[in-house]
Each structure stands twice: as C-alpha cells, then as structure tokens.
C-alpha cells in the first residue's frame, strides 16, 4: 500500500513539473478526506478560503483544486498550493486564513496527508 501511494505522489510530481514554469517555485500539496457527516454547504465553504489565498498572500502564486476520482488512501481532493519561495509557504502557516483553514478542518476533515517538492 505505501509503495502504491508513492507510486501516485511520483506521477503527480512529474505532472505538475511538466506544467511548472518557473524554476524555485515550491509546491505544498494537501490531500484531503472528507468526514462522512460534512454537508455539502460546508465543504465548498472550506474549498472557498483556499480558492480566495492568492488574493490574500503575497508570493503565493496560484491553488489548484482537484476532485480526486479514485486513490487507494480514499482522499477526495487534492489542493496544489504554488509559492514563489519555501519562506513565503512559512509566513503563510501564520496567516490568518491558514488559521482559519485548520479550525474549518475540524468540521468537515477526517483524514489528510501532504507533500511538498521544487523545481531546481
């Protein structure tokens, strides 16, 4: 099972490199499950504060949003978070928004895992 998931965060790396443009960019990927009990209402809340980030933090580039079909971990969405810089994804761990993405996981997340790489 462990081989399988790293098999997976291997092709999703080499599918965001081929998409990266800029070399230094750093990537923080979230994969999320949602709870059995979260309402449809409060996961697009959820997914709303990540879509507004860049608008709100300097040096974050870009958030993709992914509706996973099928993964052997039962993740449901994927979250690539592009920043310029491994700092800005530091400063961004203090922010307001971020505080609020963590007490919002309370109520609709059961599980999540991450990863995070850089184009060289």
Partial sequence: MLKNKALIYIFFIFCCVIGCKKTGEFHHV????WSEDAADQNK?????????LPSAIKGLENVHIVKLENSLDRHDILIDMTFSSKTILKSYQNHP???KIE???IKVIQD???FQYTMK
Wanted: net charge negative; charged share 15%; proline share 0%.
């Fill in 30 to 33: 979230l994969l999320y499950s």
């Fill in 44 to 52: 697009g809340a959820f997914l709303e504060i990540f879509e507004n």
């Fill in 97 to 99: 928004d971020h505080q």
């Fill in 103 to 105: 007490q919002y996981a």
């Fill in 112 to 114: 999540y895992s991450y």
